[in-house]
């Protein structure tokens, strides 16, 4: 088996299938450790930049699984771009559901995605 496919049978092993409607294909949502103080997968996300990405241990260095995810799929990440989740979850890993942007790009978007909640929380009356 090569570096790769362990790699990616480690991901795998650790990662629950869920549907997201919006993308049309099933987020892989890990079930591992997040980012995010003390913070491990059975717990509610936390809120904030940073905060509720997956994270694995590879070679002794905690990395993010949802770049390595990409990284397995494509190769490689150009330089000073981005992966921008289309799904709303940031523990997901299905390199379909992210996109490589710029830094402005990926500001840009969190900020419109931000304020289209805010809209819809106002729009929605209090349960
Ligand atoms: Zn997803």
Not at 61 to 79: D, F, K, N, R, S
């Amino acid at each position: 088996m090569n570096r790769r496919t362990e790699i990616m049978r480690r991901i795998f092993a650790r990662v629950r299938l869920e549907p997201c409607e919006a993308l049309g294909t099933p987020c892989w949502l890990w079930q591992g450790p997040r980012s995010g103080s003390g913070y491990k997968g059975h717990e509610a996300p936390k809120k904030g930049r940073g905060h509720g990405y997956g994270r694995m241990s590879l070679d002794g260095q905690t990395v993010a699984v949802h770049i390595v995810m990409w990284v397995c799929e494509h190769g490689y990440l150009p330089g000073k771009k981005q992966l921008d989740h289309l799904c709303p979850n940031r523990h997901c890993c299905n390199p379909a559901h992210l996109d490589p942007v710029s830094h402005l790009t990926n500001q840009k978007r969190r900020a419109a995605r931000q304020a289209q909640a805010l809209a819809v929380a106002q729009l929605s009356p209090p349960a």
